[in-house]
C-alpha cells in the first residue's frame, strides 16, 4: 500500500530506516543466520574446532528422548494453559457482556494481571504453593493429598500451568469482551425473536461470530505457553524435578547455556523458529478471514 | 395505484375490553431466568475478581509479617506489624539467601530498562513507519518486509545467538547490550504505519503549500497526531521491557546492574521453607507495583494499545 | 393472525418518562404505522411490543394472551430490523430455517417453507449465498423472508426502509404493502417518514414526544389533523400557520394586519379575541388578484417539474408557502386564502377547534 501524496528524496528515508535496520540486521538476521549455520557444526570435545556435519544435529536432536520428552511436555503444557486462560477468559467476558451494572469495575479489576511479569506471577503462586509455608501447600498436605512440587512433577506442572493461565485469562479477557461487544446487539435481538433461548444464542450465534477472535487468541496464548512462561519455569522449577517441566525453550537454554553445547541448541533454536514461523503464518490468514459482515 | 384496490380491513369498533389470559406459569419461569443469570453473572465475575486478587493479597500479607511466623508455617491472612522493616530491609539491603542487590538499586535499573526500551521502540518505529509510509525509493518494500518479518520470531528463540553478538561486541554488561537488542522487533512500527496511512491527503498538500519540508511535517503535523497512539504503545511496552527475563538473565552478571524481576527469582534459591520470605515478598509486591500502577492510571490506553497491536 | 391491544404502556428510563401512556387497538389484518420524529418514542414502543424492553407498567395483549414480561420467543411474533440484522455466518436458507429449526420442525416441512417466502420474494436463486454477497435491497427481502416463513401473529417492521436508497425505498414500500395485503398478518410498522406512513398504513399513531397525538387514517389526519403538531408534520411542504384571533361573535378570524377571515363552516367556541392559530396547506393556497388577496414578496422559487414551490413573504412580514401547479418566475404573488379549505387550531394548546 502506498499513500497517494508523498515526500521526495531518498537520502532522507535511508536515513530514517537506518536505526531500525541496523538493529534489524545485527540483533536478528545476524544470530538468525549464526544460529541457523551453527545448527549444522558440531565442536569437538575441547571445544576448538567445529567440523561441518549437515543436517546430524538435527536427527540427534529429533530422536534424542529428551528431546522429545521437552516437546512432550511443551505441548502438554501449552494445551492446558490455552484451554484453561482461553475458557476462563471467555466465561468470564460473556457474563460481563450482560450488561450488568460496575462491569467497567470489574474489568478493570480483571485485566491488571497482564502488567506482571510470568517470573513474578510465579513468585506469587510459589508463595501460595509451597508444601511448609504456603497456604494451599499446606493445607493440601493438610487434608492427605500429598504436594510438593518439588518431589512430583505432575504436582509441577500444574503449578507451572496454574502460574500461567492466570496472568493469560487478563489478556484473553480483554479481546473476548472486545469480541463479543463487537457483535450487532440486533442480531442477537433478532435471533432472541426467533425463539433462540441465551443457551442456544451463545453457540449458534456468539461462538461462530467469535470464531476469528478465538483463533486469533488459541495462536498467542500457545506462542505465550511456548517461549514467554520461560520465567515461570526458571523461577519455580529449573525444568524439575528430573526434566519433568522442561519444555523445548527451556532446554535450548540448558543445552546452549548451561551444558554449552551450541550445535544442539542451535538446531533446537531452528526447530522452534520454523514452529513460531508456521504458528504465525497461520494466524496471519486466519485474521484476513475475520470479516463477515 | 399500490393498496388502494383491496378493501381494507375493518376498524375494530369500541367494545370492552376483554380479560386477557395470563400464563402465570411461564411468567414465573421467565422471572426466575433472568434473576438466577444475574446471580451468575456477578457471582462468576467477584470469584474472577477474587482468584486475581488472592494471590496478590496473599504476597501483601506476607510481606508484612516476620520471617519466623511465616517459617514455621503460620501462615496468616491477614497483614502483620512488620511492614515497615520488612520494606526497608528489601529496599536498602535486598534479601534472601544469596543477600542480592537491594531492591532501590533493582528498581531503578528496572525502571531504566523499561523506559529506554520503550522510548527506543516508539522513537525508531516513529521514524522508520514515517519513511516507509510518506516516501518512495528503492528497496522500499524490502526494508518493510524486513521489519515484518521480526515479528515472526521472539528474543526467546534467537537468544543464544544473540548472545553471541552482545558478547563479540563486548557489550555484556552494559546498558546498551541490554536494551538494544530488544528494540529489533516491528509491532510499533506496524502500528504506526496502520497510523500513518489515514493522515488525510489535504494535510501533506497543505503543509507542502506552506513549504514544509517532510521533517518539519513530522514533528508539526504527524508526531501530534500520534501522541494517543505513543501513549497507548508506551505503557504496552513499558510492561514489556519492565518484565523482560530471559535476556537480563544472560547479559547481565553485574549485580549492580540486576533488574528486579530476575533479581526476584534468585533471591528464592530452590524454593526452602528456610527462605526469608517476608523480605522476599516484599520486594515481589515491589516488583509488581510500578507495571500495575501504569496499567491502572492509563488503563483506556492500555486496552486501546493492546487491541492495536493485535490488528 | 391477531388482534394487538396495548393499555396504558408507560415507559421511563430513570427519570425521564419516553412513553406517557399508550393505548392502541390493532384489528386482526391491519397495517398500522407508528410515525413520528426521532425521539418521540416510537421504537421503544415497538421494542416493548416485541418484549426487548420492559414496560415501567401497562399491558401487551396479543390475540387475547397477556404477553407482558413474557420473552420474544414466546410471544408469536416476528421483527424485520432497520439493518436488517442478518445471521452473518449462515446463508441466506439458513438465517430464514433458523427459527423453524428452534421449533422442531420437520426437514421437509422447513424447505417447503422457505421455498415458498422465497418464491414470493424473489429471492430464490440467492438461497446459498451469504448476507455480505447481497446488495441492500436483497438483505431486506431475506429480512422479511426470515420473518414471512414463521407465520407469527404479528410483523413488526422497526424503519426497514431507512437504510435503502430513495429509489430502491419507493419500490420496496409497495411490495411490503402488497405483501401485508396478500398474506392477511397483523403489522406494526414505525417510521419517521411521513410518506411512507401514509401510504403504508390502514391507520396511523402520530406520536409526539411520548404521546399518541392522533389515531386515524391516513386520509382523516391529512384532512383533520388533531392537532397543530400533526397539521405540520403530515404533508410536504408544511402547513402554513398563520397567527390570529376570535373576533365577531367568534365566527371570524382577525390577522394581525388586521384582515378578516368569517369561518366557513361556523363559530368556533371560545373567549372573543381568543389567540388562534389557522392552519392553511400550500396546495390549497390560491393564486389570484381579488378582494381580500395578499401580496406576496417572492423569496425562493423551487420547480418541480409538474409543480412549483413558492416562498414568499406577506406585508407583515409574515411567511406563507403555496403550492401551485406549472411553472412561475416572477417577484411578486397574489395570493387568496380560501376560507374553506382553513384549520383552526387553539393558539395555546394546539388542539383542533371545531364548530
Redesign the interface.
Same mark, same amino acid.
Given at each position: 500500500m502506498q499513500r497517494k501524496v508523498i515526500f521526495q528524496g531518498r537520502l532522507l528515508p535511508l536515513a530514517l530506516l537506518a536505526p531500525q535496520l541496523a538493529i534489524t540486521v545485527m540483533f536478528f538476521f545476524w544470530p538468525a543466520g549464526r544460529a541457523i549455520y551453527q545448527s549444522l557444526l558440531r565442536e569437538d570435545a575441547f571445544g576448538l574446532s567445529s567440523e561441518f556435519v549437515g543436517l546430524e544435529n538435527f536427527q540427534d536432536v529429533l530422536s534424542d528422548p529428551n528431546w522429545l520428552n521437552a516437546a512432550l511436555n511443551s505441548l502438554v503444557f501449552s494445551g492446558c494453559v490455552a484451554g484453561l486462560a482461553l475458557g476462563l477468559a471467555l466465561f468470564l467476558a460473556v457474563q460481563a457482556d450482560k450488561s450488568l451494572r460496575g462491569v467497567t469495575i470489574y474489568r478493570s479489576l480483571l485485566i491488571w494481571p497482564y502488567a506482571v511479569a510470568p517470573a513474578v506471577a510465579a513468585v506469587l503462586w510459589l508463595f501460595l504453593f509451597q508444601p511448609q509455608v504456603g497456604l494451599i501447600g499446606r493445607w493440601l498436605n493438610a487434608v492427605g493429598i500429598g504436594w510438593d512440587y518439588r518431589l512430583n512433577g505432575r504436582d509441577a506442572m500444574i503449578l507451572i500451568v496454574i502460574a500461567a493461565a492466570w496472568k493469560q485469562v487478563a489478556y484473553n479477557f480483554i479481546f473476548f469482551l472486545a469480541g463479543l461487544q463487537s457483535i450487532?446487539a440486533?442480531?442477537l435481538?433478532?435471533?432472541?425473536?426467533?425463539?433462540?433461548?441465551p443457551t442456544?444464542r451463545f453457540w449458534?450465534?456468539i461462538f461462530?461470530?467469535l470464531s476469528p477472535t478465538t483463533f486469533f487468541l488459541l495462536v498467542v496464548n500457545l506462542t505465550y505457553a511456548f517461549f514467554e512462561t520461560f520465567g515461570i519455569i526458571h523461577a519455580l522449577t529449573s525444568g524439575g524435578p528430573g526434566q519433568a517441566t522442561e519444555t523445548l525453550i527451556y532446554k535450548v537454554y540448558v543445552d546452549g547455556v548451561q551444558n554449552l553445547n551450541l550445535g544442539l541448541s542451535s538446531a533446537q533454536s531452528v526447530i522452534l523458529m520454523v514452529l513460531v514461523i508456521a504458528l504465525t503464518a497461520v494466524q496471519f490468514r486466519a485474521v484476513e478471514k475475520k470479516?463477515?459482515? | 395505484m399500490?393498496?388502494t384496490a383491496?378493501p381494507?380491513?375493518?376498524?375494530?369498533p369500541a367494545a370492552p375490553?376483554?380479560e386477557?389470559? %395470563?400464563?402465570d406459569a411461564?411468567?414465573r419461569a421467565? %422471572?426466575r431466568r433472568r434473576v438466577v443469570s444475574r446471580l451468575i453473572a456477578h457471582g462468576a465475575l467477584l470469584l474472577g475478581v477474587l482468584i486475581v486478587a488472592f494471590p496478590i493479597w496473599m504476597t501483601l500479607v506476607g510481606s508484612t509479617h516476620d520471617a519466623n511466623t511465616i517459617g514455621r508455617g503460620d501462615v496468616p491472612l491477614l497483614p502483620g506489624i512488620h511492614a515497615a522493616e520488612n520494606y526497608a530491609t528489601a529496599w536498602n539491603e535486598g534479601g534472601g539467601r544469596t543477600h542480592t542487590t537491594p531492591a532501590s538499586v533493582m528498581l531503578r535499573n528496572s525502571l531504566i530498562m523499561a523506559v529506554a526500551i520503550a522510548i527506543g521502540k516508539i522513537a525508531i518505529s516513529i521514524l522508520s513507519a514515517y519513511a516507509v509510509v510518506f516516501f518512495a525509493f528503492p528497496g522500499r518494500m524490502l526494508a518493510f518486509w524486513a521489519i515484518f518479518i521480526t515479528l515472526m520470531l521472539p528474543v526467546e528463540v534467537r537468544i543464544i545467538p544473540t548472545f553471541q553478538v552482545i558478547v563479540d561486541l563486548n557489550l555484556g554488561n552494559t546498558w546498551p547490550g541490554l536494551v538494544i537488542p530488544l528494540i529489533a522487533s516491528a509491532t510499533a512500527t506496524l502500528l504506526f504505519r496502520q497510523f500513518f496511512l489515514t493522515i488525510p491527503d489535504e494535510f501533506v498538500e497543505a503543509a507542502k503549500i506552506d513549504g514544509a519540508g517532510p521533517l518539519r511535517f513530522l514533528k508539526d503535523v504527524v508526531l501530534p497526531l500520534s501522541l494517543t497512539n505513543i501513549a497507548a504503545l508506551f505503557v504496552i511496552l513499558f510492561i514489556y521491557g519492565w518484565n523482560q527475563y530471559l535476556w537480563p538473565l544472560l547479559i547481565i552478571n553485574d549485580r549492580s546492574m540486576e533488574t528486579i524481576v530476575v533479581g526476584l527469582s534468585k533471591m528464592i534459591g530452590r524454593g526452602d521453607s528456610q527462605n526469608e520470605w517476608n523480605t522476599i515478598m516484599a520486594t515481589a509486591v515491589l516488583a509488581l507495583l510500578p507495571p500495575v500502577l501504569v496499567v491502572a492510571l492509563m488503563q483506556r490506553w492500555f486496552v486501546r494499545g493492546l487491541t492495536e497491536t493485535e490488528k | 393472525m391477531a388482534?394487538l391491544?396495548l393499555?396504558d404502556v408507560k415507559k421511563s428510563f430513570a427519570a425521564t418518562s419516553v412513553l406517557h401512556g399508550i393505548d392502541l387497538?390493532? @384489528?386482526?389484518?391491519?397495517l398500522v404505522v407508528i410515525v413520528g420524529a426521532s425521539g418521540c418514542g416510537k421504537s421503544t414502543l415497538l421494542r416493548i411490543v @416485541? /418484549?426487548?424492553e420492559t414496560p415501567t407498567s401497562g399491558?401487551v395483549?396479543i390475540n387475547?394472551?397477556?404477553v407482558t414480561?413474557?420473552?420474544?420467543?414466546?410471544r408469536d411474533? @416476528?421483527?424485520v430490523?432497520?439493518?436488517y @440484522?442478518?445471521?452473518?455466518?449462515m446463508t441466506v436458507f439458513g438465517n430464514m430455517a433458523? /427459527?423453524l429449526k428452534?421449533?422442531g420442525m420437520a426437514k421437509a416441512e422447513i424447505q417447503r417453507r422457505v421455498a415458498a417466502a422465497a418464491e414470493i420474494l424473489g429471492i430464490g436463486p440467492l438461497l446459498e449465498r451469504k448476507?455480505?454477497q447481497l446488495s441492500g435491497g436483497q438483505r431486506q427481502r431475506v429480512a422479511m423472508g426470515?420473518a414471512i416463513v414463521?407465520e407469527p401473529a404479528l410483523f413488526l417492521f422497526d424503519e426497514p426502509l431507512s437504510n435503502l436508497d430513495a429509489k430502491l425505498r419507493v419500490q420496496m414500500r409497495?411490495e411490503i404493502?402488497?405483501l401485508q395485503?396478500r398474506l392477511g398478518v397483523t403489522s406494526l410498522f414505525v417510521t419517521h417518514d411521513q410518506v411512507e406512513a401514509m401510504?403504508?398504513g390502514?391507520?396511523l399513531v402520530v406520536m409526539n414526544a411520548g404521546r399518541p397525538a392522533q389515531v386515524a387514517?391516513p386520509m382523516e389526519i391529512f384532512s383533520r389533523p388533531a392537532d397543530i403538531y400533526v397539521a405540520g408534520f403530515i404533508g410536504s411542504p408544511s402547513m402554513n400557520f398563520i397567527p390570529a384571533s376570535l373576533d365577531q361573535g367568534n365566527g371570524s378570524a382577525r390577522l394581525a394586519d388586521g384582515t378578516l377571515i368569517p369561518f366557513a363552516d361556523g363559530p368556533r367556541k371560545g373567549t372573543a379575541g381568543m389567540p388562534i392559530t389557522l392552519g392553511l396547506r400550500p396546495e390549497h393556497v390560491e393564486p389570484g388578484d381579488g378582494p381580500g388577496s395578499i401580496q406576496l414578496s417572492v423569496e425562493l422559487i423551487e420547480p418541480l417539474g409538474s409543480e412549483t414551490v413558492v416562498h414568499g413573504r406577506a406585508p407583515g412580514g409574515m411567511a406563507v408557502t403555496a403550492r401551485m401547479p406549472g411553472a412561475f418566475t416572477g417577484d411578486r404573488l397574489p395570493v387568496r386564502l380560501p376560507p374553506a379549505q382553513l384549520h383552526v387550531f387553539d393558539a395555546d394548546s394546539g388542539r383542533r377547534l371545531d364548530p
Open positions: 450487532p440486533s442480531v435481538e433478532a435471533a432472541a425473536i426467533d425463539g433462540a433461548r442456544r449458534s450465534i461462530p461470530l470479516v463477515h459482515y | 399500490e393498496g383491496a381494507a380491513p375493518a376498524i375494530p375490553l376483554a386477557p389470559i %395470563r400464563n411461564l411468567l421467565t %422471572r | 388482534t391491544s393499555r387497538e390493532v @384489528a386482526d389484518g391491519e @416485541a /418484549g426487548l399491558q395483549v387475547g394472551r397477556d414480561g413474557l420473552e420474544p420467543a414466546d411474533i @416476528a421483527m430490523f432497520q439493518n @440484522a442478518l445471521y452473518p455466518h433458523y /427459527g428452534i421449533r448476507p455480505k426470515r414463521r409497495a404493502r402488497r395485503r401510504t403504508l390502514d391507520r387514517p
